[in-house]
T-cell receptor, first 113, second 115 residues
């Protein structure tokens, strides 16, 4: 158990809908990262937050957005969902002393029908 | 940006044998190289990492070696056990970034250890 929690574990929804994925980092970690894992694209970095502020962006679609709250939990919002958005979404967190040492949560499996 | 290539894509070994997975990276400024193990239905688990100021690091049956000149690093698992069966990923900081933790991952290696 990495100490990173994610909810829900599974999410099934329809095209065009909007969903919110939630992540709580390990105790003491200030950074949160979101990754998407699909069979064809592998594990892709989406976005990073540090202590409430956006720090880095990957190939995140405009339909996707994220935020980190004062209690350091983070939410990833996915809107106007398409079939191709079906994937595993992972959250990771890292200690303040080492951004690259990332610990992953168990993931949310999103299925868009 | 950083490009990470991982080989082989699948690896099958007998229990007790050694397994080696290799990754190459493109950005010579990269200085941190983690390895993750992902079991079915779980998130990637950090199993070992190495920084560019050392050439090798060991943790029990697992070791990682780094060749900065050739820009490649490898994961070595000795005395493999069936529970080592999983997908293994290497990673490197994207675009040489060490400040923001934007990792680029390899494509993954499916390791199967036969009893």
């Amino acid at each position: 158990d990495s100490g990173v929690t994610q909810t829900p574990k599974h999410l099934i929804t329809a095209t065009g809908q909007r969903v919110t994925l939630r992540c709580s980092p390990r105790s003491g970690d200030l950074s949160v990262y979101w990754y998407q894992q699909s069979l064809d694209q592998g594990l892709q970095f989406l976005i990073q937050y540090y202590n409430g502020e956006e720090r880095a962006k990957g190939n995140i679609l405009e339909r996707f957005s994220a935020q980190q709250f004062p209690d350091l939990h983070s939410e990833l919002n996915l809107s106007s969902l398409e079939l191709g958005d079906s994937a595993l979404y992972f959250c990771a967190s890292s200690p303040p002393t080492s951004f690259n040492t990332q610990y992953f949560g168990p993931g949310t499996r999103l299925t868009v029908l | 940006g950083e490009n990470v290539e991982q080989h082989p894509s699948t690896l099958s070994v007998q229990e007790g044998d050694s397994a080696v997975i290799k990754c190459t990276y493109s950005d010579s400024a990269s200085n941190y190289f983690p390895w993750y193990k992902q079991e079915l239905g779980k998130g990637p688990q950090l199993i070992i990492d190495i920084r560019s100021n050392v050439g090798e690091k060991k943790d029990q049956r697992i070791a990682v070696t780094l060749n900065k000149t050739a820009k490649h690093f490898s994961l070595h698992i000795t005395e493999t056990q069936p529970e080592d069966s999983a997908v293994y990923f290497c990673a490197a900081p994207a675009a040489g970034g060490t400040s923001y933790g934007k990792l680029t991952f390899g494509q993954g290696t499916i390791l199967t250890v036969h009893p």
